[in-house]
């Protein structure tokens, strides 16, 4: 029995710290500690922050609610423009300097743990950019602190998580060894695939995955050829020092925010195609309530819009529209078409049937499923019927997917299929950000694309099967328009990729 009596006071013990305060404690002493350094160090490095800050911006369009985790002075927040920003920081000192410099009614700072929920929930939100740079290697729980993101997130959030790679490890170690860098606390070098597996635990896709700065120092002309160009080269990006990853909430938690049978609005381009028409207006299917066909007619020398004028009289209970185009090409006829839709869907289906509009209802499926934002057909995945796409064509095709694969940072298939769906309100914020790329695309197709990657939605290829033109000749003209396309790439290469 012990010798204490009963009712006695218990005597408590001081609680240790845990270790996680410890480490959290640690990070914030040597951040308030060489405040002044630090800065001296980002002035010394401003070519290599700065060229990371064109990056971001190229990423984030401005007029976002951002957050800023592990702040610092606010330098980067204030350089992405937003509408609204927070920025947290351990660092007393550092929000001190944020306030003095930033301070503004659009930005905010806020001293203390930026992946503690009580912190996080003073911060406000939801927000559409939720930035981590250089801030996982310091976390004791980097899981955790995904997770703890979460009640700040609505289904467009994006997670841009910025951290070095432990290819450099040995560099910067001998740095801070030779006193050419600030020693560091104890970090956890994370590399991308542990990340990309912590996101995936607290419910997050991820999206993109990028690598930067291959020379961090700054040489006049070289440094720039070599980061903009030779390090964005497959294999030779390995070698950068900076590697970044774009993730989502997962869709599924916000499956009860989609309607399941939304309203859908397909645009359907026509020039010359008055041979397909009776046919096409047959096939169509029936979507959501509220849902609407529009034939854009575009320039014809056949009799496409009588052809189109006649269906629509003929079928008055199906819900088509007649648009006359005054601009020229696809694109115009497509941004018409968006232009004048009411449904919470725009889809776009060629009048030459290529795509069977019968697929229609699969896009919008995948759609409503949270599986991407922009839909894009594939029709390299089955084999073709017919004479559907010459053999050049294939090889075109093949080639310009590849090569978007790597400009957009996402898996696409088929860049030249004419059918691609998306939400109204995505396609509202591309159209907003479009002088980003201007107003370039003959198409339609690519200003989807590259106003998608640029907003970094998720595109998800739906194979179909593709089938031959029963009634007069394509549009296309494989080498002009390659010629076209090939420019196109170039110029969107140097907007997402060459920064």
Known sequence: MSGSSVGAPERRRARAPAPTDRIRDEVRHFFDENHEGIERARRARRYFYGYLTRVI???????????????????????????????????SRAVATARAAHGSTALRFIEGDGTDPETLATAGGPFDIVMMFNVVTHLSDAQQAFENLQPLCHSRTRVLVYSYSRVWQPVLRTAELLGWKLRQPAESWLPPEEIAQMLALADFEVLRRERHVVCPMHIPLLADFLNRYVGRLPL???????????????????????????????VI???????????LVARLPELGAGSEFIFVEGNSTDDTEAALRRAIAENPGRPLRFLKQTGRGKGDAVRLGFSAAKGEVLLILDADMGVAPEDVPKFVRALVAGKGELINGSRMVYPMEGRAMRFLNILGNKFFAFLFTWLLGQQVRDTLCGTKALYRRDYETIAANRAFFGDFDPFGDFDLLFGAARLNLGIVDVAVRYHARQHGVTNISRFRHGWLLLQMSAFAARKLKFL
């Not at 369009?61 to 947290?88: E, F, N, T, Y």
């Not at 381009?269 to 046919?279: D, Q, T």
Request: proline share 12%; aromatic share 4%.
């Open 269 to 279: 381009p026509c020039r010359n195609e008055a041979g397909h028409v009776p046919s």
């Open 57 to 91: 911006q190229a990423r984030v369009p401005p007029g976002q609610r951002v957050l800023d985790i592990g702040c610092g002075s606010g330098h980067l927040l204030a350089a992405l423009g937003p509408s609204a920003g927070v920025g947290i920081d351990l660092s």
């Open 236 to 266: 030779v990006d390995a070698f950068s020092l900076m590697f970044g990853i774009v993730a989502r909430p997962a869709p599924h938690l916000f499956a009860a925010t989609r309607s399941p049978h939304p309203s859908t609005s397909v």
